[in-house]
């Protein structure tokens, strides 16, 4: 009546209400969207394979004689995972003084050992178990159960078969290597961290945002680079957030929200969020490095200058790459289901797997390129007669950390998704988490810090817009002084000097860093 019925959709709440049964249901290849909360309790088998509506499973209380469920979710089969065998097998709750005789009847001698019925060789038992296991005389039996039960409950009970080889509940399809029985998370110590590093990245790059777009000074083109390096990683923050936020709504019943969640609108936004993060902040960071050597190594020379005009179509360039790439899952290209986290980690064909192996190609070439420009600015500051030991060593140390940060993020992910992208993986996705949550955001969080509160230009707009708004008004002021005192000394040196001092050029390499 129910099988291959592909109208049914729905069975109302009282259907199976006292009900006798039925010991087998079969809604496969339905429209089914969910059970009956009632008059589950007699079901042993569960068939409901093709039936792709039925999404969440009622409370697994209602279960409670299940010995098999073939379903079509291999998620759902996690929740019968957590079913007590004492559930499934009540008697096990009494008989739990029996477990030593059950091991002995498993491991009882060749000697021991006779037929219970001559004519069937289907029941080994001892001679003591022979004599006494069913016998009503308690004097006599050790093992009577007449205590417990009537003569009536005990028909049909084999101690062996029933007993001592307990009906297990089954389920398939099984979870697999991409979808392990677990919250989104996984581990508990995560579901607190992510909070502090989303909240920390969102309020870090809100903050620079904020300040950038509000400043009365020119858009330069390190405050143009900032700000989108500032949205880039407000977004990854943003990624973080979402996965944090469902992470606790479906923590500990996730089995019953992995569909929704895998196959609905909120894992593709979540994921097309962290690729276009992750794109655009690695793209930038590239940016900011090159545009930072080029201002230092052609310093003295005004004409080779990067403008802003030069700057936008760059970044431009870089919002259709990021944007392009994050819309190729969404188009068929790997996918954002496979696993909860929603990461492309899809690579069942060779697009998929050249896709991944794309990014990840591109992400240690951009690692690169950074490294060399910062090694090439180190050398370029290094020069004793420009720059004094104190100032040599900021300089080195400011570029290590950025270095060190950017290899703390790239690095590791990068190593373990190679190898996965050529079906290789050395981590499970278990602890690919602990990589998502602890080095996948680490730039995120780093660098609106690294690039733009810890300089002195920040700190100045920060308190100028603080002022605006009735606080840090001394602040502001010395601010502004220092800035005045700076430029009118600037424009003394340069109406008096012939030509470019050594001097004027080492103050242009330091604000370069400092940019």
């Known amino acids: 009546i129910l099988k291959d019925n592909k109208n049914l959709r729905w069975i109302h709440d009282d259907a199976l209400r006292g009900a006798t049964g039925p010991d087998v249901l ?49 998620s759902h089969c996690c929740a019968f995972r957590n079913l007590g065998t004492e559930k499934q097998n009540p008697l096990l709750s009494i008989f ?8 002995s009847t498993m491991r009882k001698s060749a000697n021991e050992i006779f037929y219970r019925d ?29 205590a417990i039960f009537d003569d009536s409950d005990m028909t049909g009970f084999d101690f062996e078969y029933d007993f001592c080889q307990p009906k297990i509940l089954t389920c398939t399809p099984e979870p697999d290597a991409f979808n392990p029985c677990e919250d989104i998370l996984g581990y508990s110590f995560l579901r607190v961290l992510i909070w502090f590093i989303n909240i920390l990245a969102i309020a870090g790059n809100f903050t620079v945002l904020l300040v950038l777009i509000t400043s009365h000074y020119k858009l330069t083109v390190p405050r143009f680079l900032m700000c989108n390096l500032s949205f880039a990683d407000f977004c990854m923050g943003l990624y973080l957030l979402l996965i ?101 980690m899809d690579i069942e064909t060779g697009l998929s797997q050249a896709y991944i192996l794309l990014i990840l190609v591109l992400n240690v070439v951009a690692f690169i390129v950074i490294c060399a420009c910062y090694i090439k600015i180190y050398i370029a500051v290094q020069n004793p007669e420009l720059v004094a030991a104190n100032k040599d060593t900021k300089v080195a140390k400011r570029m290590a950390i950025l270095i060190f940060t950017d290899f703390t993020c790239m690095a ?32 995120s969080c780093a660098n609106p810090f690294l690039y733009a509160i810890f300089t002195k230009a920040f700190r100045r707009d920060f308190f100028l817009l603080m002022s605006k708004l009735g606080c840090c008004k001394s602040r502001a002021e010395l601010y502004r002084m220092n800035y005045f005192s700076a430029y009118t000394s600037n424009c003394k040196n340069g109406s008096s000097a012939t030509g470019p001092s050594k001097a004027s050029q080492t103050l242009l390499l330091l604000s370069a860093l400092e940019k």
């Open 26 to 74: 079969d809604i496969s290849s339905t429209a089914l969207e969910s059970l009956p909360s009632y008059g589950l309790e007699a079901i042993q088998v569960l068939n409901a394979t093709s039936s792709y509506s039925l999404k969440r499973l009622p409370p697994l209380d209602k279960f409670s004689s299940l010995l098999e469920a073939v379903l079509t979710y291999p």
């Open 96 to 103: 739990d003084d029996f477990s030593e005789e059950c091991e």
């Open 118 to 146: 001559d004519s069937y060789n289907t029941s080994l038992w001892s001679a003591e178990k022979n004599t006494y296991l069913f016998a009503t005389d308690e004097e006599t039996s050790p093992y009577s159960y007449s």
């Open 244 to 344: 944090a936020s469902v992470d606790a709504q479906t923590s500990g019943q996730y089995y019953n929200h992995a569909i929704d969640w895998q196959t609905g609108s909120g894992c593709s936004t979540a994921g097309f969020f962290t690729v276009f993060a992750s794109e655009l902040s690695v793209y930038t960071l590239t940016v900011i490095t090159i545009e930072r050597w080029h201002t230092i190594t052609y310093a003295m020379q005004l004409d080779r200058k990067l403008r802003l005009r030069h700057a936008v179509p760059i970044m431009l360039g870089g919002w259709v790459f990021s944007i392009l790439i994050a819309l190729l899952p969404l188009l068929g290209v790997s996918s954002y289901m496979k696993v909860s986290i929603c990461l492309p």
């Open 412 to 443: 590791p992910i990068s190593f373990f998704a190679i190898s996965a992208a050529f079906k290789v993986p050395l981590i499970t996705v278990t602890n690919s988490k602990i990589l998502l949550v602890l080095f996948y955001p680490v730039n």
